[in-house]
Structures are given as structure tokens and as C-alpha cells.
């Protein structure tokens, strides 16, 4: 049940309606852009079953809509990847494929690489690629598993390895160091741990690791040595130390609660480490925590932060200093500042032509 309420939704529309949300959005925000910014700094692009919508993210975080978007690929994009040779990659959950495309910098255009990679597993949901952008690991919710591709000079992608994770998963982290991938498991309340060697997936000793009061996803700190994992029912977070070889120890202090939790669906480490924001998925807010030397978490009182309805999944841009929320109810992306103090300052909102499903950004 949890991981059905957790679950991406799958809904396909026609290319018309998207095409004139994209429009509409243009109202919403400072302008449309067809070229580059003098002021710009990114490219985000967002994920939906409508197709991919892009936006240019000035040095302020001022969000203007790339007027072509959103880019038709597949008829279910379910996650979007940009690796660090500017190629991006598109999972579609619907064809079981992956598309390759590469980046116009200038305008924010996208243009497809033919042909796409078949996945040899079903309806991929999550993807994440290592520092190198040599490999791009893959969660499938339809085949319960988790694929690693290794990807070629050219950007294609070829199969490497598999694991099974024995139900539908709801999310995947790389550590920073790209040798450990966790994987959470909502339906069998665990964590999957692996070990990754050149795209190998070898199941952590002791993998998969029971979380007490279920899991909903999972968030690793930036020197690999703590993850969090909120569990949507008992609204707590999970801590756990990250031991030699990916083994998880749970923090003795563990489970961590607050009267803010409603729901929560996900976490995220700030760059510093020392602060952790919780998506509340039955409310609008986002909790904040304040994390110790060693990985106990303490509430912020009365600082918790209003994003969108149904706010789901987080993304944190390149240089660290905007943190993006991925709102379901409200088809709408919160961008806030991140603050030294771990506070959030909403900045702007981004309305989408369809339901987020994961965002991406250029360097």
C-alpha cells in the first residue's frame, strides 16, 4: 500500500495540451526564452508523462521557460539524467526504454540520439550516473530490479549487470565516492545495499536491511558515512551509519521524530551535511532538521518551509545553492534558497504542464 501511494504515477496526454501548458507557463514566470541569458547559469529540465519541460535558472534563481519545450520522447518519461559530458538520458516507463539526448546550451533544445536503449528490465522509474559519467544505474519498478549500463565515448549504452531488490523499489542513491548504491524497498519495509566495481552490483553483507517502521526512500550524507530513510506511516526518519563495505548500522537514537512529519516521502542532505529536509507528502511543508557530528537529528523549531501540494521528491542544484522541490498535487516545482543557517527561503514556483517526476541540470 505504501508503495503504491509513493508510486510515480503513470498517465500519458497529448502533445497539443502539453505544448499549450508550456505557453501558458510562460505567464506564470519572468518571460520565455528562446536563446541564452546573459545572466543564466543552468538548464533544468523536469520530467513528466507530458514530456520533458526546460527552463533556463538565472544566478538568482529567476526561472524562464525555454519556449520549445516541452520536447516530446516516448509516451511516458518517468526520470531524467544529465551526465557530466552534457549528455542527458531519458527513461520512459511506458516503452522500457532509455533516450539519449544531447544539449543545445544555447537555446535549451533537445535532440534525440537514435536509437534508444531497450532496458532489459520493465518500467523504469529512478536513475542516477556516477561522477565519471562512465556508468548510469537504473530502478525498475515493473521487474523489481536494478540494471547498471556502462555508457560508451559516444554516449550509448550498453547492459552491464542486474540485481533483484524483490519488490517494486521507490527510489536509488549513489554514494558520493561511486562505489555503494542503496536502494529502498517501501512493499518489504528494506534497504538494498550494493557494492559497485565497474558497474558490477554485489549485494552488501548483510543486504537487504530491515527498516523497523518502514522505508519510503532513502538520502546519503556527502562523506558517505550516514543515510536517512523517512517511513511515510510512523512519520519518523530512520538513521543509519554507513560501516566499511556498506554494511548499515541503525544510529541508537533512531527512529527520529517531530510533529511536523505528515506523511514524509523523502529526504535530502544539504552540500554542508549538517542540515536534512523532509518532503511532507500529506501536507505542503518541508520539515528541517539539524544534524549532529554524529547523525542524530534535532527538529528545527518552527522552521519548517511551505512548498507546493504533495511535495514528493527534492533535487539540489550544481553549485549547492538552491534546493528544488517536485510538487504532485500542485504540478509545480518550489525553488528555495538554501540558507548557512539550514532555514529555506522560497524563491520562486515553477508551474508544469503535468506531474514532475524528476529534475535535471546542466553544469
Known sequence: MIAKQI??????SQLSIATVAAMLACFTLSGCSS?????????????????????RISDTGVPTTVFSAPFV?????????????????VADSLDNTISRVKIDTSSGALSEVLPRTTIAGSTPSF?????SGGFLYVANQGSNDVESYSVGSDGSLTFASSASVASSPSGLVLSASDNLLFVSVPNFSSIYAFTVSSGALTPVAGSPFHV???????AINPTDTLLYAPSFTANTISGFSILSGGVLSELAKSPFGSTTLKNPVANVVDPTGKFLYVANFASTTISIFDVSSTGDLTAKTGSSASAGTNPYFFTIDPNGKYLYVGNEGSKSITEFTLN?????????????????????FTK
Open 7 to 12: 508510486r510515480m504515477k503513470l498517465r500519458t
Open 73 to 89: 520522447l516516448g509516451r511516458s518519461p518517468s526520470s531524467i539524467v544529465i551526465a557530466p559530458s552534457g549528455l542527458g538520458y
Open 212 to 218: 523497523a517502521n518502514g522505508v519510503a526512500s532513502v
Open 127 to 131: 536513475m542516477v550516473t556516477d561522477s
Open 340 to 360: 548557512s543557517d539550514g532555514t529555506l527561503t522560497s524563491t520562486n514556483t515553477i508551474q508544469i504542464g503535468g506531474v514532475p517526476r524528476s529534475v535535471a
Open 35 to 55: 536563446g541564452s541569458s546573459s545572466n543564466s547559469s543552468h538548464l533544468a529540465y523536469v520530467a513528466t508523462s507530458s514530456g520533458i519541460f526546460a527552463y
